[in-house]
């Protein structure tokens, strides 16, 4: 018996334990009366030529068959809140449609959803050494050069196994084939590229339910934020700004306490990110989808990044348990230690706090701020996180003061905007 007829036989054997849905004969009946014919093959070889393209067809490229579903599957733990019910809508496209890497890894592309926001991407890795990386360098196709933004995936508890969701650029609503591009760094320092190309169809994106324009402008302490458009869609609600504020980057998230409203209750903010440009720095926040049934939609700047002069000495010549309020800030001097590399003295305060201007003095004169070490967070039982870093001075001497100048840190703003939503 050939290789060929060997093959055959077992996939026969196998085939008779598949039972196929009953609807699914006409519609592959259907797919394949388009699919035109070619004639390029030599007369003496139309038995191994049909081998191939049967096995192609039932084999783990099955993604002819896999876009007939209706959800997408095994991804329960990714998925949570708004991303779980439109999954359980279908308001997803199965792809189920893979590569096999040289180096025997697999990744799979499952399903995708789309909208006018974003495209969120499903992927399954196997074979995959979990000390190896796969970066996906984005989406393309007709009119489109998606970046992908950000991820999260989750291993089997038998390491053999990766599911991933990844958030893309949305894409144009005229492109009928989408293709992924990726690397595959290994353990080795190998690098494997590769691409899979898969079908899309625009028509089952989902539609937006809110594309409007703020253009409202806020001042705060140290400079402006101007509000420029909101788009809401069934996957994510995504406002757009600009904001020229001097010492936006003193703090690590200066968005924090912006809040989106709608019928009086906050959106939860799943992300935001910033991006130079040439009139200032732009914004985009990331909030959950809004409520089916919306009444009122409000955008809030409760608190953002400002600056207060302080020029105040804190002495070291004793360590207190209890902190020193300096302009509504609690500051705690934790411990003083001669070192080697100089004076080390470990101060904690709230988490949005950046001193500025910090120096220690005593009889021999005063000495700069060198560097700031083992910095770390401590969160208290009301759920209150503390900074706690250690600063370091180039001094030889015990120093009796902690003198510092200024301080960044988060100021009330109280602004509100009403955004129609009729």
């Known amino acids: 018996m050939s290789k060929i007829e060997k093959r055959l036989a077992e996939e026969h054997d196998r085939l008779n334990n598949i039972t196929a849905p009953a609807e699914l004969e006409g519609r592959l009946r259907h797919a394949l009366d388009k699919v035109p014919v070619t004639r390029k093959v030599k007369p003496k070889w139309p038995l191994a030529v049909a081998a191939l393209l049967f096995l192609c067809l039932i084999g783990y490229n099955y993604n002819g068959l896999a876009y007939y579903g209706k959800k997408i599957m095994g991804f329960d733990d990714l998925m949570s809140g708004t991303l779980a019910e439109l999954n359980e809508e279908g308001m997803g496209q199965t792809i189920g449609k893979g590569v096999l890497l040289e180096d025997g890894t697999e990744l799979t592309v499952d ?22 990386d796969i970066i996906f360098k984005g989406i393309t196709g007709f009119l489109t050069k998606s970046h992908m933004g950000g991820g999260t995936s989750i291993i089997n508890e038998e390491q053999s196994e990766i599911k991933g969701q990844m958030i ?28 899979i190309a898969f079908p899309y169809d625009p ?13 409202k402008s806020v001042k705060v302490d140290t400079g402006t934020i101007k509000f420029k458009t909101i788009t809401a869609t069934p996957t994510v609600t995504i406002i ?18 912006v809040e989106l409203l709608a019928n009086g209750e906050p959106v939860e903010m799943i992300g935001s990110g910033l991006k130079s440009s040439l009139g200032g720095k732009k914004f985009e926040l990331r909030f959950d989808a809004l409520p089916k049934k919306l009444d009122s939609l409000e955008f809030v700047v409760k608190e953002f990044v400002g600056y207060t002069i302080i020029d105040k000495k804190i002495p070291l010549t004793s360590i207190k348990e209890q902190p020193y309020l300096i302009k509504g800030e609690d500051v705690w001097v934790r411990d003083v230690v001669n070192t080697v590399d100089g004076v080390e003295v470990t101060i904690a305060s709230d988490g949005d706090v950046l001193f500025d ?13 060198q560097t700031t070490v083992r910095q770390n967070y401590e969160e208290f039982e009301d759920g209150k996180m503390l900074k706690v870093r250690t600063l ?31």
């Open 111 to 132: 399903g995708i959803m789309t909208d006018a926001n974003q495209l969120i991407l499903y992927y399954t890795l196997t074979n995959f050494d979990e000390m190896e």
């Open 357 to 369: 201007g910090v120096t220690i003095g005593g009889e021999e004169g005063s000495y700069p701020l």
């Open 203 to 215: 028509n089952k994106a989902m539609q937006t339910e809110i594309r409007q324009r703020i253009n």
């Open 168 to 195: 893309f650029d949305p894409v144009s609503p005229f492109a009928k084939k989408l293709t992924l591009e990726f690397t595959k760094l290994t353990v080795d320092g190998k690098s494997l590229s590769g691409s």
């Open 240 to 257: 757009k700004g600009k904001v020229n504020v001097r010492n936006l980057s003193r703090v690590q998230i200066p968005f924090d306490k």
């Open 392 to 422: 370091v001075f180039s001094s030889e001497t015990t120093p009796n003061y902690l003198q510092i100048k200024g301080m960044h840190h988060i100021k009330p703003v109280d602004y509100k905007i009403d955004i129609p939503v009729r």
